[in-house]
């Protein structure tokens, strides 16, 4: 990731999911996978307002999911919370959308660990003659 901050901008350049080493690979057992895992290319940039008690951080980016033969991905969206103690306790909620859904994700942070729900509605009821359906995720992390 590669970043450039001034005041309350944030911008940054990222590649993520880039494959770095394989842990296992037992394909006798467990068989191939049906696709490849592609790193992506993500340009972001969010700016942070302080309102009293609330931040409201307003983004937008592009990504693009290398070896797909799609065109790059637009999205936008904002954050909305209310944190104490330089970030580590606080409650978020986060409305983005994208070329193909929208997003809605709750989040409580509670020091050393982290509850988020996620709900991804399709904008769309079919892409490419493939059925899209609704997306839930629940999501519980530990930082240590």
Do not use: C
């Not at 191939?32 to 592609?38: A, F, G, H, V």
């Not at 409580?108 to 359906?133: F, G, R």
Request: glycine letters at 8%; charged letters at 25%; aromatic letters at 14%.
């Amino acid at each position: 990731q590669l970043g450039y901050k001034n005041g309350n901008l944030t911008t940054f350049a990222s590649i993520e999911e880039l494959k770095l080493a394989t842990l296992s690979d037992n394909k006798a057992e467990a068989g191939d996978l049906k696709y490849e895992i592609k790193p992506m290319g993500r340009l972001h940039s969010e700016y942070k307002y302080d309102f009293m008690v609330f931040t409201v951080r307003p983004f937008a980016g592009v990504y693009n999911r290398f070896g797909y033969g799609q065109d790059a991905q637009l999205y936008g969206g904002a954050d909305l919370g209310t944190y104490v103690w330089d970030d580590r306790i606080g409650v978020q909620l986060r409305g983005m959308v994208d070329e193909e859904h929208f997003t809605l994700s709750p989040r409580l942070k509670l020091w050393l660990m982290q509850l988020e729900y996620s709900l991804k509605q399709p904008l769309k009821s079919k892409i490419n003659d493939t059925k899209v359906s609704t997306l839930h995720s629940l999501n519980f992390r530990l930082f240590f």
